[in-house]
């Protein structure tokens, strides 16, 4: 099993869905839990971390965390075409350890 | 956020020459850079931590002698792709954490490092 699983899609949605993308993963001792978005041939931009269980929103993007269940959310109320992207989740141990990122979820975005 | 940039952007070269990508933090100081390499259509795989004032750490599986860092300031790592083939063309990619109060567990990426070999 690898340590985070990833659904890669591609995920296409209309504009104003609220879209849904997911990660779980086998290791209980991360600890900190991080949304990227990737525009095709651009470096990953952080959008999202989260260190404890729960929601934390930003804007239309809302990060969900579930650590009793290994699993991590990222919610994008309201799409736009401008949210098409690959998203990928990225979690870590602590301590400026490396991050283990998923394969990422390409998602467009169609007016 | 904090900035990381990199130079080139994007590099063509022979089969058999050596390439270096430099991976800047720009505001802030960094101790430890990362470089990762993405193949198309895949994640990043983690090549090797990059440790100001020592050697670097690589991933099981990447060649030290191949890939050669060097972290020589707080605000500069170089990645040297020696011998390189066109196997190794690839997107290579640094990040940094930041050393701010309340920031110091999230990366920021660098634009990416576009490399073909022919």
């Known amino acids: 099993q690898k340590e985070v699983e990833q659904d890669p899609g591609p995920l296409s949605v209309p504009e104003g869905a609220i879209v849904s993308l997911n990660c779980t993963y086998s290791?209980?001792?991360?600890?900190?839990f991080m949304w990227y978005r990737q525009y095709s041939r651009k470096g990953p931009e952080l959008l999202m971390y989260?260190?404890?269980?729960g929601n934390k929103e930003d804007g239309r993007f809302t990060a969900q965390v579930d650590k009793s269940s290994k699993y991590i959310s990222l919610f994008i109320r309201d799409s736009q075409p401008s949210d098409s992207a690959t998203y990928l989740c990225a979690l870590g141990l602590g301590g400026s350890e490396k991050l283990v990122f998923g394969k990422g979820t390409k998602l467009t975005v169609n007016p | 956020g904090a900035v990381v940039s990199q130079h080139p952007s994007w590099v063509i070269c022979k089969s058999g020459t050596s390439v270096k990508i430099e991976c800047r933090s720009l505001d802030f100081q960094a101790t430890t850079m990362f470089w990762y390499r993405q193949f198309p259509k895949q994640s990043l795989m983690l090549m090797a931590t990059?440790?100001?004032?020592?050697?670097?750490?690589?991933e099981q599986g990447v060649e030290k002698d191949k890939f050669l860092i060097n972290h020589a300031s707080l605000t500069l790592s170089t990645l040297t792709v020696t011998s390189a083939h066109p196997e190794d063309s690839s997107f290579y990619i640094c990040?940094?954490?930041?050393?701010?109060?309340?920031?110091?567990?999230?990366?920021?990426f660098g634009p990416g490092t576009r490399l073909l070999v022919l």
């Open positions: 989260t260190y404890s269980s």
């Open positions: 290791n209980s001792a991360f600890q900190y």
């Open positions: 990059s440790n100001e004032g020592s050697k670097a750490t690589y």
């Open positions: 990040s940094a954490p930041p050393r701010l109060a309340g920031d110091t567990e999230t990366q920021y």
